[in-house]
């Protein structure tokens, strides 16, 4: 039971840190998520070229992903969190 309480105790604090860093009611923060949505786009072929270059598709997945991850840490409710802390326990 400890080693999962200091799980659950790892992952609040990490949300913590993300909801304060990427605090949306700082204007400073909207300024750099609107960045991000552009450098992270939503369609990985965009920007790629024609023909489509992959190399290009998968830094656009990889781009977005980490814009996602940020994004679910910031919203992420306490049921989501306890699901992904006891997903990790396993």
């Not at 200091?6 to 990490?14: A, D, G, P, S, V």
């Not at 949300?15 to 300024?31: G, H, M, N, Q, S």
């Amino acid at each position: 039971m400890n080693k999962l309480l200091t799980l659950y105790q790892r992952l609040f604090r990490k949300r913590l840190a993300y909801k304060t860093v990427f605090d949306p009611a700082k204007p400073e923060v909207k300024i750099v998520l609107a960045d991000l949505a552009k450098v992270c786009p939503a369609n990985p072929a965009r920007g790629t070229g024609t023909p489509i270059d992959e190399k290009k598709v998968f830094i656009n997945i990889g781009r977005r992903e980490v814009l996602n991850h940020i994004l679910a840490m910031t919203n992420l409710p306490d049921e989501k969190l306890n699901a992904l802390a006891q997903e990790e326990e396993q």
